[in-house]
């Protein structure tokens, strides 16, 4: 672990670093949420270990607080977490090693771990960002979760102190440096359209999924160069300069 804190730069740890405390908040939320709404303790903290999703387990403890059964909750977790799929192939060369270590790693990918990996071009770094922000992550989670939980009911209107903002918050801050590209910017926004419209005809989880389509715009090649005479012809370099 040493050696994976000294390959990474100190910025990145610092931010590494903040995205736990912001997901600190969350998770002390759920905790709060779920126990207060009438779950037992060990309910939250052993969704916190064993799906390790904030979306997810919010869902699935909406589901049940609702009224709904725990084929439902499951269900509905399960296409919240589909989104990570194509994560884990962007990421899959961080996991290298024996079938148990990527096992473990594979339980610790969330939208933060695959953002930090994807931010490094390095195979080191990648690496170990990848295992700082996983293991960090579900340190600070499942510590917060179980905090959160048996404060139970203390903390009152969670929504009213801002915890359910600090999610999307988180995420916003890490899509933002990728936007400074036109073509991510465009698969963004259409894939953000795509999800709006169908959000009311879908049910919950459905529209994360239809945005993938944005892909499409970003996969689309770049239109080749024109020339300066406008003939869409590139001359050699050789041909300019003789």
């Not at 996991?95 to 390095?122: H, I, V, Y």
């Not at 960090?136 to 404060?151: C, E, H, I, K």
């Not at 036109?182 to 945005?211: E, F, I, M, S």
């Amino acid at each position: 672990m040493r050696s994976f804190l000294r390959t990474l730069e100190r910025a990145t740890l610092r931010d590494i670093a903040l995205v736990c405390l912001a997901d600190a908040l969350v998770g002390a939320s759920f905790g709060a949420i779920s126990v207060s709404g009438g779950l037992p303790l060990w309910v939250p903290v052993a969704l916190s270990v064993l799906v390790f999703a904030g979306g997810a387990q919010f869902a699935a403890v909406g589901v049940v607080l609702s009224g709904g059964g725990a084929l439902a909750a499951v269900l509905t977790a399960l296409v919240l977490n589909a989104r990570l799929l194509p994560f884990g192939f962007t990421v899959a060369d961080a996991l290298n090693g024996p079938r148990w270590r990527r096992l473990l790693g594979a339980q610790l990918l969330t939208d933060e771990t695959a953002a930090f990996t994807l931010m490094e071009s390095d195979p080191r770094r990648r690496r170990a960002a990848y295992w700082v922000c996983g293991l960090a992550l579900f340190a600070a989670w499942n510590l917060a979760v179980l905090v959160g939980a048996a404060a139970g009911g203390l903390l009152g209107d969670t929504d009213a102190l801002g915890l359910d903002a600090a999610f999307p918050a988180v995420l916003l801050a890490l899509v933002l440096p990728a936007l400074r590209e036109r073509r991510t910017r465009t698969a963004a926004l259409a894939g953000a359209a795509v999800a709006v419209a169908a959000t009311p005809y879908v049910p919950a989880g459905l529209p994360v999924l239809l945005a993938l389509a944005g892909l499409l715009f970003a996969a689309r090649p770049a239109a080749p160069a024109a020339s300066a005479g406008g003939s869409g012809r590139v001359e050699p370099l050789a041909e300019e300069v003789r």
